[in-house]
């Protein structure tokens, strides 16, 4: 009873500090101030230059997860971890589950460590290094002020507006990616390189066949070359590994409701139609 008392003192805390983050944001002053707020049983670091915010997981991420991670034993990996959201969800989900999160951009890191600690995360590893053919060092491209740039890119003009900014980061190859666990879900958030980081994991696919959850931006047109070809790749790529694409079907408020198998990513400009989870073919998912 007091562990619950406690988490609902928490929470109303949590409400009241976000409500006073708003006030501040309007006003200016986030941005000079560092504290902690605690929510849902989470202890978020609030970093005013460079995290404002709780980095919140999609309401629809973390009812899929709710599902997924109880289905298979094994360890998390997150290729794209930006500032947390799935880490919290996963979290949030099954505390002792072991996580892997790759995340190349140094600001991003900084918080991820931060949000850590702060929790005593038990099991929780960030490689500070981004996934790709080769190993050694690549341009991460920022398309906006902020730091920790969720749309930020190691494909090279990968978005159609101005780069803002651009960090070297560290890449890996599959040569360095030791993970010896059984991988149970792998996720893969990464602006347009989601080929690469297919290669690189192919063998451990293929050994451990983990649920893929994946974001694939639309190509909008067919004039749209680079994109299309990248997809086509994909597509191919998946066959090969023998998954099946099924489209993550969302409701008006952001939840969870199914999911919908199709052939093909297929050209379209909806980006609530962007997050696919890719299946084993000899496996049949009941929601």
Known sequence: VQACDHEKIDDTTGMKKQFLIKILKKVGLIRFLNFELAMHGITYPIIGNLVEDTPKPDLWMFDLLSILIPKKDGCFVDVGANIGQTLIAVKRIKRDVTYIGFEPNPFCVYYLQKLILNNKFINTYIIPAAISSNTGLMDLQLYSLRLTDSSASIIKDFRTGSVVNTVN???????????????????????????????????????????????????????????????????????????????????????????????????HSDLNKCDYLLTPSEEDLIF
């Open 169 to 267: 980061v560290v890449s890996l190859s599959s040569d360095f990616i030791k993970i010896d666990q059984k991988i149970s879900i792998l996720k893969i958030d990464v602006e347009g390189a989601e080929y690469l980081v297919l290669s690189e994991f192919l063998e451990k696919i293929i050994a451990d066949r983990p649920f893929i959850l994946i974001e694939v931006l639309p190509v909008y047109t067919p004039e749209n070359y680079d994109r299309l070809n990248r997809q086509a790749s994909l597509m191919k790529l998946i066959k090969r590994l023998n998954y099946k694409i099924c489209r993550i079907r969302k409701g008006v408020k952001g939840d969870f409701i199914g999911i919908e198998n199709i052939e093909d990513f297929g050209i």
